[in-house]
């Protein structure tokens, strides 16, 4: 099992920036995203990135927004978050999937490793 520890979250004006990194325990050749999860609401996906760093996928209501890259020299993983909005708050959880598969990448059942999250608030 990787660890997963993430960082870099806090409290942030609307139209601010913040940038998330996740750390793992090992080097691995997977696919890594970010999710969120609001009070009362179910985890959604945020954004991934393929184990090369090749390909990414955002949700629609970060895209142009939000940044995913890995470093895979220092195994972290980092989600560069521009023009927040109150809406962008949520605990911010980093994942790992051991899977392949591009298609089910936006689905939580595909991730098997997760972080402990990072809450990132948005102020109006």
């Known amino acids: 099992q990787v660890q997963l520890v993430e960082s870099g979250g806090g409290l942030v004006q609307a139209g601010g920036s913040l940038r998330l990194s996740c750390e793992a325990s090992?080097?691995?050749?997977?696919?890594y995203a970010w999710f969120r999860q609001a009070p009362g609401k179910e985890r959604e996906f945020v954004a991934v990135?393929?184990?090369?760093?090749?390909?990414?996928d955002y949700a629609h209501s970060v895209k142009g927004r939000f940044t995913i890259s890995r470093d895979n020299a220092k195994n972290t993983v980092y989600l560069q978050m521009n023009s927040l909005e109150p809406e962008d708050t949520a605990v911010y959880y980093c994942?790992?999937?051991?899977?392949?598969?591009?298609?089910?990448?936006?689905?939580?059942?595909?991730?098997?490793?997760w972080g402990q999250g990072t809450q990132v608030t948005v102020s109006s």
């Open positions: 994942a790992i999937s051991y899977s392949s598969s591009w298609y089910s990448r936006t689905w939580v059942s595909s991730y098997n490793d």
């Open positions: 090992e080097r691995t050749f997977s696919n």
């Open positions: 990135i393929t184990w090369s760093g090749g390909s990414t």
